[in-house]
């Protein structure tokens, strides 16, 4: 059974910086091409970050570009989301999503851990 578990959150000052990660179990992670998205109250998840499977390709949103990196460790079997110069408009929860070559989304797994409270004071 695929499971994600994220951590890592919690309070910091503006400007301050976080690590979060999101620790994966249940099937080689090798296989996994692995995201990190926001939700605030109301709204539709946006996501900041992704990375393929081995590292080689990364995409960032314009909004955290420069700012946020998404590491993962294979070995470990686990992505991080490195969050630095946090605004306060970063205050959000924050959730990790895998995509798992040749399991279907929704239906063989849940792609979505249960987020983790990054919450940032000014």
């Known amino acids: 059974q695929v499971q994600l578990r994220e951590s890592g959150g919690g309070l910091v000052q503006a400007g301050g910086s976080l690590r979060l990660s999101c620790a994966t179990s249940?099937?080689?992670?090798?296989?996994?091409?692995m995201s990190w998205f926001r939700q605030d109250p109301g709204k539709e998840r946006e996501v900041g970050a992704t990375?393929?499977?081995?590292?080689?390709?990364?995409y960032y949103a314009d909004s955290v570009r420069g700012r946020f990196t998404i590491p993962r460790d294979n070995a470990k079997n686990t992505v991080y989301l490195q969050l630095n110069s946090l605004p306060p408009a970063a205050t959000s929860v924050y959730s990790c999503?895998?995509?798992?070559?040749?399991?279907?989304?929704?239906?063989?797994?849940?792609?979505w851990g249960q987020g983790t409270q990054v919450t940032v004071s000014s």
């Open positions: 999503y895998a995509e798992i070559a040749g399991l279907r989304l929704g239906v063989d797994y849940n792609p």
């Open positions: 249940g099937r080689t992670f090798n296989n996994y091409g």
């Open positions: 990375i393929n499977w081995n590292g080689g390709t990364t």
